[in-house]
């Protein structure tokens, strides 16, 4: 394998970042701070409509701040054209042009550049060597498969040297089986690259399987960042417990808990702990899923579920319409916090010193 310098990579910060599409309108991403560190693989992740995508724009410079700051090495870049920034950015299905071969395609941003042919396609030959191309360097897309169209995509970012990566949901048109083989590569380029890459998924599982660091988003804020570890063991708001899957939320007389679904007991409806009904059991091979509703729960916390290992369901073959209890250990639960709140919500409902004294004549 020929080798190609890797330019080495950059931390990514972002102060008080603020998107307004216009006035009147509530903020599609309202001032968030961030800061993701050189050579790690960071997943910003959140439900459809969150703003994953356009902080991701304004980080490429695809889109203008509104307000705030985008830092790359502490360099501010928030006013800097796309190209000029060290990010490259890799798009939804790939986007490859189709009329062009592999090293043209990756060739592309050089020849917008007028570096000359042969040093153009020397350089994009050498990249399509590095992600094991380079014996299809002469095939159009079409002639290749979904993966090798994903390696195309990456040598054709990585072409502009960039210090940043940008991954604009780059798995979500690929099929399932490919989708989970594509993300296993991308993550080893990750790391043979040492690039700083930054992954929008919408999917809680892929996130989890590659990120060193997850960042929760829910309407145009963050919720939470952390390792996946981290996230999925102690989520900080009701909304990240539901959003990554796999727990349930619980009234509690001192707040909301979440406790993990594999982290609950099912014994008999005679036995203390929280009773409920079985409403579904569902067989998954290693473990089997039951679905449940509590008896004694407010409207939207009955549904709950609960993972078994096979042989402890074997050994109680639980169906539909049992009376149950459910029960886990205090040192599973994990202690809900509110959520974040809207800046806006922040300081409308901070006292001001002018509130202060009201009270205090009052
Ligand atoms: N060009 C635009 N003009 C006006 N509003 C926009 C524009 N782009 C996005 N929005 C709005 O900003 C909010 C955040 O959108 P964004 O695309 O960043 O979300 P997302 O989390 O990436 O969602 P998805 O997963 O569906 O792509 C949404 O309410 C969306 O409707």
């Known amino acids: 394998m020929q080798t190609v310098a890797t330019p080495p990579p950059a931390a990514v910060e972002i102060i008080a970042l603020t998107k307004r599409y216009a006035a009147g309108t509530p903020a599609a991403v309202d001032q968030i701070d961030l800061r993701i560190e050189s050579g790690s693989y960071c997943c910003l992740l959140g439900p459809s409509g969150c703003g994953k995508s356009t902080t ?26 796309a190209a000029a920034r060290g990010t490259a950015m890799m798009f939804q299905s790939f986007a490859l042009f189709p009329h062009l071969s592999a090293l ?106 590659l990120a060193d660091t997850m960042v929760v988003m829910n309407h145009g804020l963050i919720e939470q960042v952390g390792s996946p570890h981290a996230v999925y063991n102690h989520p900080s708001s009701e909304f990240v417990a539901r959003f990554m899957g796999g727990h349930n939320v619980i009234d509690t007389p001192t707040g909301p808990i979440a406790v993990r679904n594999d982290h609950m007991r ?5 036995e203390s702990g929280l009773g409920a009904v079985i ?29 078994l290992n096979e042989a402890t369901f074997l050994g109680h073959p639980y169906s539909a319409g049992d009376h149950v209890t459910l029960s886990w250990d205090a040192a599973d639960a994990r202690v809900l916090g509110p959520g974040v709140k809207r800046p806006s919500a922040r300081n409308s409902t901070a006292r001001t010193p002018r509130d202060e004294l009201a009270a205090e004549a009052a």
């Open 56 to 81: 991701l724009r304004m980080i490429a410079g695809h889109e203008s701040v509104s307000t705030g700051d985008v830092l790359l090495d502490n360099r501010n870049i928030t006013n800097l054209p």
């Open 104 to 209: 043209d395609n990756v060739a592309f941003s050089l020849k917008m550049k007028g570096v000359s042919k042969n040093e153009r396609h020397k350089r994009a030959g050498n990249l399509l060597e590095r992600v094991a191309m380079g014996h299809l360097a002469d095939r159009k897309p079409a002639e290749l498969s979904g993966g090798q169209q994903q390696r195309v995509a990456l040598a054709r970012a990585l072409i502009t040297e960039p210090r940043v990566l940008l991954l604009d949901e780059p798995l979500s048109a690929l099929d399932p089986f490919l989708r989970i083989q594509m993300r296993a590569e991308l993550r080893r380029w990750q790391k043979e690259l040492g690039l700083t890459f930054i992954h929008v998924t919408h999917s809680q599982e892929e996130a989890m399987a």
């Open 266 to 270: 099912v014994r008999g409806a005679d």
């Open 279 to 307: 409403t579904d059991v569902e067989y998954q091979g290693t473990y089997v899923l039951l679905g449940l509703e509590v008896t004694q729960a407010a409207a939207g916390r009955k549904g709950v579920s609960v993972l």
